[in-house]
């Protein structure tokens, strides 16, 4: 009886950590996991699933993942862009039509055509573009995790002047020459909030890509690279 008893303990001891253990995995890893894989077939970045760090957000992830329409990379570029976008916000190329050399990126005195042969871009060819307006295109994002910053509205200080715009990508015409981008949000009582800061040299007929994103801690700068 003590020997039934005992292998009945351990039997029912090993049927409940089984339990658990697959409960924790459909409960909590199944949407993270799978959310990866919808992410990188879909052309979305994987980072997404951070919110996988809570089971609701893992699965609210997943969901958002598996209904979102799938991203298709730009033929001139091949950036990923939704098929809503009538062009691609990385090189200004229109969907739907072949590429030229409109759309190319390429270097002052390199051969024509000589990014679309090679089918992307070179290094170091990136962040201007050839035939397009003569600006600034700013994309101001955040950490997926730090979703709460939604309801705060990103600050676009150029050359002094304040342009209050919502998260996402935002053009402005400048003049050719050299321009000082600032750019912040009010967070609380912080109304400087991942405050930086970068110097760009804008050229005549070319669009300079300027990218600012804020990690999910308020005491930092943001980041802000020009390309």
């Not at 990126?105 to 089918?119: I, M, N, Q, T, Y």
């Not at 871009?121 to 709460?148: D, I, W």
């Not at 040299?201 to 994103?213: A, H, L």
Request: proline share 7%; aromatic share 14%; hydrophobic share 40%.
């Amino acid at each position: 009886m003590e020997i039934g008893g005992l292998i009945a303990g351990v039997v029912g001891s090993l049927f409940g950590l089984a339990s658990f253990v697959l409960l924790f995995y459909y409960i909590w890893l199944f949407p993270v996991r799978r959310g990866i894989c919808i992410a990188k077939e879909k052309g979305f970045s994987p980072h997404w699933m951070w919110f996988g760090l809570h089971p609701l957000g893992g699965w609210i992830a997943f969901f958002a993942l598996r209904c979102a329409p799938k991203r298709e990379p730009c033929r001139a570029c091949w950036q990923s862009m939704s098929p809503r976008d009538s062009f691609c916000r990385a090189c200004g190329h229109q969907a739907g039509y072949p590429m030229s050399s409109t759309t190319a990126f390429h270097k002052v005195g390199a051969p024509e055509f000589d990014s679309l042969r090679h089918g992307r871009p070179r290094k170091g060819e990136r962040g201007m573009t050839q035939g397009s307006k003569t600006g600034v295109e700013v994309n101001v994002g955040f950490f997926p995790l730090a979703f709460f910053l939604f309801v705060c509205t990103p600050r676009i200080e150029i050359d002094g002047h304040v342009h209050e715009r919502c998260w996402g990508t935002h053009f402005f015409d400048l003049t050719p020459g050299r321009h000082t981008i600032r750019i912040y949000f009010g967070y609380f009582l912080m109304p400087h909030c991942g405050d930086n800061s970068i110097d760009v040299i804008v050229e005549e007929g070319k669009t300079r890509k300027v990218n600012y994103c804020m990690p999910p801690w308020m005491f930092v700068k943001g980041t802000l690279r020009a390309e």
